[in-house]
């Protein structure tokens, strides 16, 4: 993701595609899916030809949003969540844009609701240009992404770093208009499938948490907490 983190893949590819994140079998309590608005090739179904605009904000700080991925892409997110009160909302705002972004990554960016949880001009340019390049307007996934070992800490100025381990190694690139495996070539090298990521939250006027940093993504074996 750009300067810092935009150039890196983020999340899924560690941004060969641009995330991994939620589906049918999340391993947290589940909330209210939105429409199903864009189906892949792969699930034999038509996409849509234009990208949707992004909803309306979540009901509410502590609720879950999953994206309608197809039933072939499957994101086990954590459970975690911070013991204190206050940070509870911020990690949830994160766990809700990881999943926005890599749902725009699943539908080749045809999807924006991501853009409901950036909170700064600069993450919301850096990010829009990162998914517009032809390794994600071209390409889905299908298989698991997780992520796990998640933690909160107190950043400068009211912000709030959420971190998390992903683990890629179980999902494969596909052709978004085919929805066959791409080759060898075009799959995330081995090395890169377990990484650290984090976002940086402020809360904003309306008292919402927003994304307003994306620092670079660590991965293996840099990040040695995220082998599993």
Known sequence: MGNPGFGHRYLRRGLRGA???????????????????????????????????????????????????????????????????????????????????????????????????????RVRTGLAQTLRVPSVTTESFTGTVRFWRMRAVHGAKGTIVVTECVDTARARNTSLSTGKILPPGQQTPNHQNYYSNSDVLARESSGRWGVVSIPTTVYYPQAQECKP
Do not use: I
């Not at 849509?48 to 502590?62: E, I, K, M, R």
């Not at 975690?80 to 994160?94: C, L, N, S």
């Open 19 to 121: 995330l991994l994140a939620g589906s049918g079998v999340l391993a947290v309590a589940c909330s209210t899916a939105a429409p199903q608005t864009f189906h892949p090739a792969s699930d034999n179904s038509t996409a849509a030809t234009s990208p949707t605009s992004a909803p309306s904000a979540p009901a509410g700080p502590l609720t879950l949003v999953r994206p309608p991925f197809g039933r072939n892409a499957h994101v086990l997110m954590t459970p975690w969540m911070p013991g204190r009160p206050g940070e509870k909302a911020a990690v949830m705002a994160a766990k809700n844009f990881v999943l926005a972004v890599l749902y725009a990554d699943y539908t080749g960016d045809r999807d924006q609701r991501w853009r409901s949880y950036a909170a700064s001009a």
